[in-house]
């Protein structure tokens, strides 16, 4: 699923691209592109046609293109195939295209939500007074936020009994780091994805935090990363931050480090890459016997 450097890609060229133009026309090729959308596909191409997009915004994996003259906004989801397309006008459908907006200047380009697996698609919904769409207001900003705050994280993160891989991708609590990139920070930081985040001193959890931020602004300068043809920008190219990759995907392949062999171990139905003489696993107190 794309985290923040792929959806910021993304949102970059919708900002370019869309950004102030008019929807005269949306088409909805399929249900399952609308299905958060409950009063369905009519009804959302309905309430589009003679709005005018605003600039795109994107809070972690999130984007969204507010309707400049309305407290409304349509909220997008790439789920793990969905790509948001500036195409030509005369450009043959794609395959899986799902919904087609069209706009009423002559600059001969249509935006398309195309997705292969259907679990991304596209749905409007009111915005909070901050200008978010009112069913992600749950969601934490992201260390790339100016507003990010690193001290409530850190005394957030104390007051959570859980470890310090599944506190980076609790989305309440900090956004937009997915999979891919809690490896790569957690290998920089020389942590094991599996230490209590209780036992982290907060000169160890700023460490993080920057490792988290370093490893984003890598992923962002080289487009994100690109597994397969599934995640492209708006126009339709791959990131190539896999090539760069220190940990993820990388089992049986020597730690750039140390030279230990990566190790990969399954965990909540995904898999964590760590190298085992850089990041140690956490001691396991003996369990206390009876008098």
């Given at each position: 699923?794309?985290?923040?450097?792929?959806?910021?890609?993304?949102?970059?060229?919708?900002?370019?691209?869309?950004?102030?133009?008019?929807?005269?026309?949306?088409?909805?090729?399929?249900?399952?592109?609308?299905?958060?959308?409950?009063?369905?596909?009519?009804?959302?191409?309905?309430?589009l046609k003679g709005h005018r997009l605003g600039v795109a915004r994107r809070r972690g994996k999130y984007l969204w293109l507010?309707?400049?003259?309305?407290?409304?906004?349509?909220?997008?989801?790439?789920?793990?195939?969905?790509?948001?397309?500036?195409?030509?006008?005369?450009a043959p459908d794609e395959k899986h295209l799902r919904i087609r907006i069209r706009f009423e200047d002559d600059l001969g380009?249509?935006?398309?939500?195309?997705?292969?697996?259907?679990?991304?698609?596209?749905?409007?919904?009111d915005n909070t007074p901050d200008g978010l769409p009112d069913v992600i207001a749950h969601i934490a900003r992201d260390p790339?936020?100016?507003?990010?705050?690193?001290?409530?994280?850190?005394?957030?993160?104390?007051?959570?009994?859980?470890?310090?891989?599944?506190?980076?991708?609790?989305?309440?609590?900090?956004?937009?780091?997915?999979?891919?990139?809690?490896?790569?920070?957690?290998?920089?930081?020389?942590?094991?994805?599996?230490?209590?985040?209780?036992?982290?001193?907060?000169?160890?959890?700023?460490?993080?935090?920057?490792?988290?931020?370093?490893?984003?602004?890598?992923?962002?300068?080289?487009?994100?990363?690109?597994?397969?043809?599934?995640?492209?920008?708006?126009?339709?190219?791959?990131?190539?931050?896999?090539?760069?990759?220190?940990?993820?995907?990388?089992?049986?392949?020597?730690?750039?480090?140390?030279?230990?062999?990566?190790?990969?171990?399954?965990?909540?139905?995904?898999?964590?890459?760590?190298?085992?003489?850089?990041?140690?696993?956490?001691?396991?107190?003996?369990?206390?016997?009876?008098?």
């Amino acid at each position: 699923m794309p985290e923040l450097p792929e959806v910021e890609v993304v949102r970059r060229g919708l900002e370019r691209w869309v950004a102030g133009r008019t929807v005269t026309d949306t088409q909805v090729l399929h249900p399952r592109a609308v299905r958060r959308h409950v009063a369905g596909g009519e009804d959302f191409a309905a309430r589009l046609k003679g709005h005018r997009l605003g600039v795109a915004r994107r809070r972690g994996k999130y984007l969204w293109l507010p309707l400049a003259d309305t407290d409304s906004s349509i909220l997008g989801h790439l789920g793990m195939s969905g790509q948001l397309l500036v195409q030509p006008e005369s450009a043959p459908d794609e395959k899986h295209l799902r919904i087609r907006i069209r706009f009423e200047d002559d600059l001969g380009t249509e935006l398309r939500f195309v997705d292969q697996r259907t679990f991304g698609g596209l749905s409007l919904h009111d915005n909070t007074p901050d200008g978010l769409p009112d069913v992600i207001a749950h969601i934490a900003r992201d260390p790339l936020d100016p507003e990010f705050d690193d001290a409530a994280f850190y005394a957030a993160l104390r007051l959570r009994r859980t470890t310090i891989k599944r506190a980076l991708l609790d989305q309440s609590l900090i956004s937009g780091v997915g999979n891919i990139y809690a490896d790569e920070a957690l290998w920089r930081a020389k942590l094991h994805y599996d230490r209590p985040t209780a036992s982290l001193p907060r000169p160890r959890a700023v460490e993080l935090l920057g490792h988290v931020r370093d490893v984003l602004h890598a992923a962002l300068a080289d487009g994100g990363t690109s597994f397969d043809s599934l995640y492209v920008n708006v126009n339709g190219e791959s990131g190539y931050f896999d090539r760069s990759l220190d940990v993820y995907g990388r089992e049986g392949e020597p730690c750039r480090r140390c030279g230990t062999l990566i190790r990969r171990r399954p965990w909540m139905n995904r898999s964590s890459y760590f190298c085992p003489r850089c990041q140690r696993p956490p001691r396991t107190r003996p369990p206390r016997l009876a008098p």
